[in-house]
């Protein structure tokens, strides 16, 4: 079978599911519901994926409407394909319509089009290529849907406790060739013991996710604009960043904008709150300074950890990395800073962390997502890479990254694309989108791995 063509020929049907499912919001929302934990909308993006299972003749799960799964094949064992549909907030700055689907100059614009709505269609389209190709299965396949990827993986690990773990697992949320190694991720929270001395920093508010670079930052601070107006333009005219500043019921409120990136790599963004911070030192005495120290002290050109004294470098998987995602401060309970540590394969944790201190701060390790690495020459790794070079004509290097996927609750599972070696990584960033030419590719590839997978050969 040329899975290449076939995936041609579906390239309008794939593309017009995709922009289906971008339409739905399915930004993880607070109007919970039994029915719909993470938001109506998640449940909405969810139950698409598990109708197209239904009109297309798989066996489809629905796991306490945070998670499912479409099931296809026989046999013993257990191929899962895991992909998610809720996304990242959008943010502000847009020139394409968010939750549109434009298509223009050969790409698909949207939130969720590299991550990982476009990917999991494609995953979704060669699925259905290999069934209609007629062939005998020798393993059970299922598509399996979360709901939570972006905020803490709560539906794949609540649907492990009640459905069978698959014997190997890809998930096509990252990078191509093939990633058998992530970091750990680990949650740290910061928070300033204050001392009572207020200065004219009433309140920091930046960030929304500790897994993005956050784009904005505001602070309402004591004075009128007269005060801070000429101060803040000569600064972010330094930094060729845009502000705002406005004032009102006797305060003034100054706001910073960045650049959003994702928390693996904080050096691709621009840290509006830092910056902010950076802003606020030089004219701050009480509280207030201490707490923007902290943030530029340890956050301000160092996203790997130097000045915390807990970077750490190993040829596995590189740099150790910090992203300061959520900073928060108020004049009557002080500041807090949340980050999102990327931590190297061999990082010795337990010991780097056990007596770790900073002056006037306490640390809190939130959550610890520990790394997960499957051998090179295992068999698994060996066909995924045959499958790619057979598709690509490129040689299947093994990479490892920051980023968290599905594949690291997996016991055995590797994240298998779709970005392309040099394509540029735009998830999480305004203007999101995927390119259309490399979405069917990727849907020619993950068709080849699942058929040398799952598949029986004729003889």
Known sequence: ?????????????????????????????????????????????????????????????????????????????????????????????????????????????????????????????????????????????????GTDEESGFRCVGNYFQKEEMPTIAFAPDADFPIINAEKGIAGLVFSQLTSGKKDQLAAFRSGDRTNMVPDLATATLAGNLADWKEKIEAFTNEHDVPFSIVEENGQVRLTVHGKSAHAMEPDDGINAGVLLALFLRDHLSGDGKAFTDFIVDHFYRDSRGRSLGLEFNDEVSGDTTFNAGIMRYDQKKGGIAEVSMRY???YPFDEKTADFEVEGFTLNIHSNSKPHYVDEKDPFIKTLQDAYEKQTGEPAELLAIGGGTYARVMDKGVAFGMLFPGERDVAHQLDEFVDIANLTKAAAIYAEAIYQLACQKEN
Do not use: C
């Open 1 to 145: 079978m040329d899975w290449q063509l076939e995936a041609e020929k579906r390239q309008e049907k794939m593309l017009k599911e995709l922009q289906e499912l971008i339409a739905i919001p399915s930004i993880l929302s607070e109007d919970a519901a039994p029915d719909a934990p993470f938001g109506k909308e998640v449940k909405r993006a969810l139950d698409w994926f598990l109708d197209k299972g239904r009109e297309n003749g798989y066996q489809v799960k629905n796991v306490d409407h945070i998670a499912g799964h479409l099931e296809i094949g026989e046999g013993e064992e257990l191929l899962g394909i895991l992909g998610h549909v809720d996304v990242v907030p959008t943010g502000a700055g847009w020139t394409k319509e968010p939750f549109g689907g434009i298509i223009e100059d050969g790409k698909l614009f949207g939130r969720g089009a590299i991550d990982d709505k476009g990917p999991t269609i494609a995953a979704w389209t060669a699925l259905n290529m290999v069934k209609d190709s007629g062939v005998t299965f020798n393993k059970r396949i299922r598509l399996i849907i």
């Open 344 to 346: 190297s394969i061999t």
